[in-house]
């Protein structure tokens, strides 16, 4: 390509727009420039550090014309971290900022035409710091100490967190805890070119209703060390109710849990209460990252569903069903589709504890359970699938079955727009409704309702 820009080369560009990884994007020759850290409207000086076929990456050299929205970060390592993406950015731009997201999604991917009226502001998350439940970090070694944190985004260099502004404090509280007792007790983490130590990350959940914490060390190879730690923590903090340990040597699985997964010390599960009803957390069972969010969320199905007493209603992608759970007392059936064994089971647990009978679970991939319960008469389904979306087997299972009504939550815009595409063949949307579930990272919750033509 003529003028093409070398690596290395500086230039200024202004920036466009905001990218589905909350980078800046300015263009050179029509050519896309991702810049991390820019915003919209601003001028920026950057430095070319890849180009690839459709796009160049660089780096933020210095701002020339600043965006009146850019604000401060609040944590100290955020440019470091990785795990944040939009802290330079006022809050509640960053909520305006993901409707856009899913706008330019439906733009790209759904033929039929969407009025942006159907598109909702984006709802905000009450607290936006110290919302997330859950952690699981990676360990280092490092100067006579372990540290925990998160690696530099292509990287092998771990950022030390300390305090970290999003977990929920406890979760800082009891990581720092944890490896003064580790650095006390010689427990070391695992190093892979040495081959010493054993810990190669500790997940800490906490339920918010109860303040019960759970943690899971992940370990490369069984340390006897870790379950007398595992005793010690259970038996001093009355938070701490629940100790597990994993064995897993697979460096290259992005899976943190195995088979050889057991508890060292308290009770299987921590309990979490939403909606009155007693979820029983086992560490590898899905739940939502962000409680009082996730009570938004649900509520917005009931909302979305006006439900009838007559109602039979199926939760694909269920989890530990608390949709299910929330939606049974204003229907008349519910079944929950969920293929993970440890899910299926705290929701089992679930339904044990508390009132609402009327939940049918259904272990299994949602295509195969679909199509073998297909002759149960649906009144609306609820989808919350992975970041893959539904795809083209479940999007065909609804063309022909045609349920009156969807609610599909999605947690990745541009998967969603490309099942939209689809579905609108026979389906009207009638809300899209932006969720902000992880503030101040790109990430966008989204709720769709449709309903047939
Ligand atoms: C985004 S989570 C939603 C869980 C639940 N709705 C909630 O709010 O907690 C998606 C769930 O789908 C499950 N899952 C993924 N692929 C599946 C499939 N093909 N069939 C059934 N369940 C699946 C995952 O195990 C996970 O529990």
Not at 231 to 237: R, T
Not at 337 to 359: F, G, L, M, P, R
Not at 373 to 391: A, C
């Given at each position: 390509m003529e003028n093409k820009l070398p690596i290395g080369q500086r230039l200024t560009t202004e920036i466009q727009k905001i990218g589905i990884n909350g980078e800046g994007i300015g263009y050179y020759n029509r050519k896309a420039i991702f810049v991390d850290f820019a915003l919209p409207k601003e001028e920026v000086e950057v430095e070319i550090t890849a180009d690839f076929d459709t796009y160049y990456k660089a780096n933020l050299v210095q701002i020339i014309k600043k965006s009146p929205s850019r604000v401060e970060p609040f944590c100290p390592v955020y440019h470091e971290c990785g795990g944040c993406q939009l802290q330079h950015l006022a809050y509640d731009e960053t909520l305006a900022l993901k409707r856009e997201l899913i706008i330019q999604a439906i733009r790209r991917y759904v033929k039929t035409k969407v009025s942006l009226d159907l598109i909702k502001p984006t709802i905000a998350s009450n607290p936006n710091t110290h919302y997330r439940n859950k952690a699981s970090l990676p360990l280092q070694y490092k100067f006579g100490k372990n540290i925990i944190g998160m690696y530099k985004p292509n990287s092998n260099h771990l950022v030390e967190i300390k305090d970290c502004p999003i977990q929920e404090q406890d979760i800082n509280k009891f990581y720092t805890l944890i490896l003064n007792q580790m650095d006390k007790r010689k427990i070391l983490a695992y190093n892979n070119t040495s081959k010493t130590g054993t810990v190669r990350f500790i997940i800490i959940r906490r339920a918010e209703a109860t303040a019960q914490i759970q943690v899971t060390f992940i370990l490369y190879k069984?340390?006897?060390?870790?379950?007398?730690?595992?005793?010690?923590?259970?038996?001093?903090?009355?938070?701490?109710?629940?100790?597990?340990?994993?064995?897993?040597?697979?460096?290259?699985?992005?899976?943190?849990?195995?088979?050889?997964?057991?508890?060292?010390?308290?009770?299987?599960?921590?309990?979490?209460?939403?909606?009155?009803?007693?979820?029983?957390?086992?560490?590898?069972?899905?739940?939502?990252?962000?409680?009082?969010?996730?009570?938004?969320?649900?509520?917005?199905?009931?909302?979305?569903?006006?439900?009838?007493?007559?109602?039979?209603?199926?939760?694909?992608?269920?989890?530990?069903?608390?949709?299910?759970?929330?939606?049974?007392?204003?229907?008349?059936?519910?079944?929950?589709?969920?293929?993970?064994?440890?899910?299926?089971?705290?929701?089992?647990?679930?339904?044990?504890?508390?009132?609402?009978?009327?939940?049918?679970?259904?272990?299994?991939?949602?295509?195969?359970?679909?199509?073998?319960?297909?002759?149960?008469?649906?009144?609306?389904?609820?989808?919350?699938?992975?970041?893959?979306?539904?795809?083209?087997?479940?999007?065909?299972?609804?063309?022909?079955?045609?349920?009156?009504?969807?609610?599909?939550?999605?947690?990745?815009?541009?998967?969603?727009?490309?099942?939209?595409?689809?579905?609108?063949?026979?389906?009207?949307?009638?809300?899209?409704?932006?969720?902000?579930?992880?503030?101040?990272?790109?990430?966008?919750?989204?709720?769709?309702?449709?309903?047939?033509v």
């Open positions: 069984e340390d006897p060390e870790i379950v007398e730690l595992g005793k010690y923590l259970v038996e001093k903090f009355k938070e701490i109710v629940s100790v597990y340990r994993v064995i897993n040597d697979d460096l290259k699985s992005r899976e943190f849990f195995t088979k050889n997964t057991n508890l060292i010390a308290g009770t299987e599960a921590i309990n979490e209460v939403l909606n009155d009803v007693v979820f029983s957390l086992k560490p590898d069972a899905f739940f939502q990252l962000n409680t009082k969010q996730a009570d938004v969320l649900y509520n917005k199905v009931i909302e979305l569903g006006q439900f009838k007493p007559t109602d039979i209603v199926i939760d694909a992608y269920s989890g530990i069903a608390p949709i299910a759970q929330y939606v049974a007392p204003h229907v008349k059936r519910v079944y929950a589709i969920e293929s993970v064994e440890a899910s299926i089971q705290s929701a089992k647990d679930t339904i044990i504890q508390n009132t609402h009978k009327n939940i049918d679970l259904l272990k299994g991939d949602v295509v195969e359970v679909l199509n073998k319960k297909k002759d149960i008469p649906v009144d609306v389904i609820v989808f919350d699938p992975p970041r893959t979306g539904l795809g083209e087997k479940v999007t065909a299972f609804l063309l022909k079955k045609k349920p009156k009504k969807i609610i599909y939550i999605s947690c990745n815009p541009s998967t969603l727009a490309k099942d939209l595409d689809v579905l609108t063949q026979a389906y009207t949307i009638k809300s899209i409704e932006p969720i902000d579930m992880f503030p101040f990272t790109s990430h966008v919750e989204t709720v769709v309702l449709m309903s047939m």
